[in-house]
């Protein structure tokens, strides 16, 4: 069944069992965290990327070309019903909504504040983001209201007011003209992202287009795609359906990338940072099975020695170490893998909660608990590397005994 | 006894020439000053349309505006009838703002202060510290020119240190007989933000006038707003009463 080689190579191997186990049990230790931390790395991005989604921005958002740079009110979407129909003949979009904004003052009977007001339709946005489950004191807006906002819990302690509490709000309208309107506090909303909780407050769209002389025009239309995916998808679908369509032409089309280039870039920071981390892992690693291969071989001079007295040639003996540390890599691997992927499916389903989790992860209003995401791609990267650093080291020790003469090996160890 | 004169002039030269930048400082200092002075005059009633240009609209506002002395003055909008009754107070650096429709007066923070004021190229800071130039500035006559066959002054102001301000320095022109023709606002840098232009010099009020101002954004090149004097009085004084937050709320003047 086995060659002449492969058996030899397997007796070698469990000739000495406690070195071989260890040598095993370190390769699969090093398979085991690379599948877990790479799956948490990626599981973590999606947990990152959908929940600062969900807040605000959407997957992808259409608009007009250049508001996303000088959010100037009067560049529009004009005709926001006919983009809105384009959204829902496409199957990929889970839900759509639109809003307006401007840069108002705020202000309460004792301060004013410079924020952001924004137009919601309140029965689309709660499809849309998770606006009405952050509610965290009084309720969401309803389709009929008119001068009720939802504010921000930062926004409204700086403010010094309460649930029920009139804002008056001073802008700017479309036209130029000046908008100013006084509202009721009916919902506070906390995201845990504090910009966002400082610095914003949500109105009924028609009440906004009514203040600040919009005339049905709105400033994003946000969508979200079924998962991330998709995303793509919709957008080059989108950008086609627009392009074909007239007095369209000035609207662009931008995914969450480029909504929020902040994230992707500390996404990028962390990817890097893991990266460091891996390729130390790898090479401890790498040393330690170097040291095993090396002192087996080192062990194993004089039958080495013997072996090529009765006519082994030097290149039998390499394949022959190569195979045995193949095997024992194999194995390691395979043991790593099975494990990491229970450990990291255990995780998947039950969570990891973290406590005091960091100023970034806040800023991006991340959950608690977090959720490794088990993969094809995580699992084989971190394989993959460990095969290859593995079979780099191996290579030394087997290349190596090709130099040994026969008649000293023999009178050696 | 006879070396003593000798040492005095000496010193009197010494002293007379050696700060020679300071004496220009001096001038230049005196120059702005009887400038502010003459635009400003001891106190004034003017009716303002204020035009504000973008590529693909403009629009008209026409404001109502007194001024008291270098510190206080009351803006009200009275037309477009949409925006009647819009009111902004300035008393030293503290702007309030009024709206008729919310009946609501609110005190401007500070971090809006650079925000642009009624829509305008002109910023909350421009009209707050309008005095600021006398005050927080260092100034230097670095050229003459020759407008119209007149003297014009070409002075650069720099920032006293720890001067609340924004500019990195400033440029003025001004003509021999006080009239501002050009406020440039020039960044950190040294870099040209926004530049204010008087135009059309005609007698106003009783005075030789710019009736026309320009405040443009260096980068933009068809973005702009005019101010255009359609009335203006000099008057002696006008009461304090007029510059309260009541006489905001009320303007029933």
Redesign the interface.
Known sequence: MFSVDVKMALRNVWRNPRRSILTILAIAFASLLLVFMLSWQFGSYDTMINSAVKIHTGHLQVQAKGYQDKKNI?LVVSDPATVGSVLEEIPAVAAYTFRTNA?S?V?SRE????AVVIGIDPEKEAKVSNLERLIRQGSYLSADDSDQALAGKLLVANLQVGLGDEL?V?G?GR????A???VKVKGIFSSGQDEFDRSTIHIPLRYFQDVYAMQGTVHEVVALGKSLEYVSEIRSRVEDDIKKMEKNEHLVVLDWMELMPGLIQAIQMDLVSGFIFYIILIVVVAFSILNTFLMAIFERTREFGVLMAVGAPPHRLTKLLLIESGSMTMVGIVIGIIAGSLITWYFQVHGIVISGSSELMRHYGLPERMFPQLSALSVSIGAGLVLVITFLTALYPALKVRRLRPVQAMMGV | MTKKPILALCMTLLISAGPSVDANGQDAQAVVEASVDYYRGKASIALVDMIIHRPHWERTVTIKAWTKGQKDSIFTIIAPPRDNGNGTLKRGREMWMYNPKVNRVIKLPPSMMSQAWMGSDFSNNDLAKSDSILEDYAHTIVGIETHDGKKVHVIESVPKPEAPVVWGMQRLKIREDHILLSQEFYDEDLELVKAMTGRQIQMLGGKLFPKVWKMQRADMKDEYTLLEYKELTFKKDLPDSLFTLSALRNPRR
């Open positions: 009067r840069f003052l202000s301060r004013t504040y410079g008056v001073l700017q036209d130029g003209s000046i100013a309107t006084v």
